[in-house]
């Protein structure tokens, strides 16, 4: 299956400080990504969408102006925790949907996670 | 509003046995649902997947098997190893102009005993 690949893993830093986190598509391209956000023994909340050439579309709730997203390429999605605060300790999980599937592509490959700690 | 509804929370199951997940969705224009499996620490990966023309898709030890007159799916794992111990997860998505977006269920924590 196709791979997709985020950095850094871990992360801490310190509360009021902002971290970016990357998340990549190895073998293939992706003009859309996701962002999810996942609390201990929770499940995954979609944060929001990530469009290559084109402003994200965020789910309701989510702050855009904390979650700063960025599809710099087609293989390339940022997503920027600004002014970060305890709270938003979480793992952050990146998908993509399958490539050569076109639109209303159903499968999503997923990163294997960053661990975001805020002290 | 929950969409997918996902049972039961944990599950022990021995080594040999069957392990058996429950959803339930709500929206009918639902038309893929995936299960996952996740490791600590890890990101999901998926298992299998299911459309709602067939009502069972077999893979090795894993099957779904899905009914929907009772929008209802459910994964099987047969014959359950210690490395099966994770966290499942079923999803469902709709197709539309756009990728679709997956909704998940709570998960379902399963440890198999040696």
């Known amino acids: 299956g196709a791979v997709v690949s985020q950095h850094p893993s871990r992360v801490i830093c310190k509360s009021g400080t902002s971290v970016k986190i990357e998340c990549r598509s190895l073998d293939f391209q992706a003009t859309t990504m996701f962002w999810y956000r996942q609390f201990p023994k929770q499940s995954l909340m979609l944060m929001a969408t990530s469009n290559e050439g084109s402003k994200a579309t965020y789910e309701q709730g989510v702050e855009k102006d904390k979650f700063l997203i960025n599809h710099a390429s087609l293989t390339l999605s940022t997503l920027t925790v600004t002014s970060a605060h305890p709270e938003d300790s979480s793992f952050y999980i990146c998908?993509?949907?399958?490539?050569?599937?076109?639109?209303?592509?159903?499968?999503?490959?997923f990163g294997p996670g960053t661990r975001l700690t805020v002290l | 509003q929950q969409q997918v509804k996902q049972s039961p929370q944990s599950l022990i199951v021995q080594k040999g046995g069957i392990s058996i997940i429950n959803c339930a969705y709500e929206n009918t224009a639902f038309d893929y649902f995936p299960w996952y499996q996740q490791f600590p620490g890890k990101g999901p990966a998926l298992l299998i997947a299911i459309r709602p023309d067939v009502s069972e898709k077999k893979e090795g030890r894993f099957t779904i098997s899905f009914n929907k007159s009772a929008k209802q799916f459910s994964l099987h794992i047969m014959d359950s190893q210690p490395g099966d111990s994770a966290t499942y997860f079923c999803?469902?998505?709709?197709?539309?102009?756009?990728?679709?977006?997956?909704?998940f269920g709570k998960g379902t924590m399963l440890l198999v005993s040696p």
């Open positions: 999803a469902a998505s709709r197709g539309n102009s756009g990728y679709s977006t997956l909704t």
């Open positions: 998908s993509a949907p399958e490539p050569l599937a076109g639109v209303g592509a159903n499968e999503q490959f």
